[in-house]
């Protein structure tokens, strides 16, 4: 129904995502969003618009609404998805620090009750926008406008691929190692997606793991 309305589908679909989703791959600046915190008004507009994106295109829900997913299943799917990004982490750190790779950044923790509620307030709105843009909108619409070619199996995998490679190059300034690891960290919450048929135990494990890894160890 959304998309229907324009004939020129995929330059719209590029035009809509473009500021929100490739800014951050022409980010090269080291600057920590780490060293203040007051109300996350910014992560909020992402969030918000992501939440739009979701809504607006009920057609991209239609192949997964099949079949009724329990509350256990996407809580299973959710421990093992932030257990993964924290083992993979933990790996990548590892090799990181064999090859003198490690990424410094400077990092203010939180002081209080008022900017901790800020903090979390940050890593959920910024997990939401992720999972709603990279984990739904981008790789299902580009499905939805290649649903009519033949070699269906194929396409699937080269809109993955392409949709991993927007996410990964999103982390490009942080370095080769968080580029790899923003590409597994996507296979990972994508195949959550699609098991679960929710963004919700995805967004809930990416939370999880960056307020975990903010307080212990950040990657």
Excluded at 67 to 72: A, D, L, P, Q, T
Excluded at 93 to 117: D, H, V
Excluded at 151 to 175: N, P, S, T, W
Aim: aromatic letters at 20%; glycine letters at 4%.
């Amino acid at each position: 129904m959304f998309f229907h309305k324009f004939r020129a589908k995929i330059p719209f679909f590029f035009i809509l995502v473009l500021f929100p989703v490739l800014l951050p791959v022409f980010t090269f600046s080291n600057s920590s969003p780490f060293v203040s915190w007051s109300f996350p008004f910014q992560a909020l507009f992402l969030a918000c618009f992501a939440f739009i994106l979701v809504i607006a295109n009920p057609e991209l829900n239609e192949n997964h609404k099949s079949e009724k997913i329990g509350f256990i299943r996407k809580l299973i799917f959710a421990v093992c998805a932030f257990i993964v990004l924290n083992v993979t982490a933990f790996i990548m750190q590892k090799i990181g620090s064999l090859f003198s790779q490690t990424q410094n950044i400077e990092i203010i923790m939180p002081a209080g009750y008022r900017e901790w509620t800020f903090c979390l307030l940050n890593f959920l709105f910024s997990s939401f926008y992720e999972e709603a843009v990279y984990r739904f909108f981008i790789p299902e619409a580009l499905l939805y406008f290649t649903r009519n070619c033949k070699d269906k199996r194929m396409v699937e995998i080269d809109c993955e691929i392409f949709g991993m490679i927007l996410f990964a190059l999103g982390h490009i300034y942080l370095g080769i190692l968080s580029v790899i690891y923003a590409a597994i960290a996507y296979l990972v919450l994508r195949f959550c997606f699609r098991k679960t048929k929710s963004l919700i135990p995805g967004t809930a494990a990416h939370f999880f793991y960056n307020v975990l890894q903010f307080v212990v160890s950040p990657f």
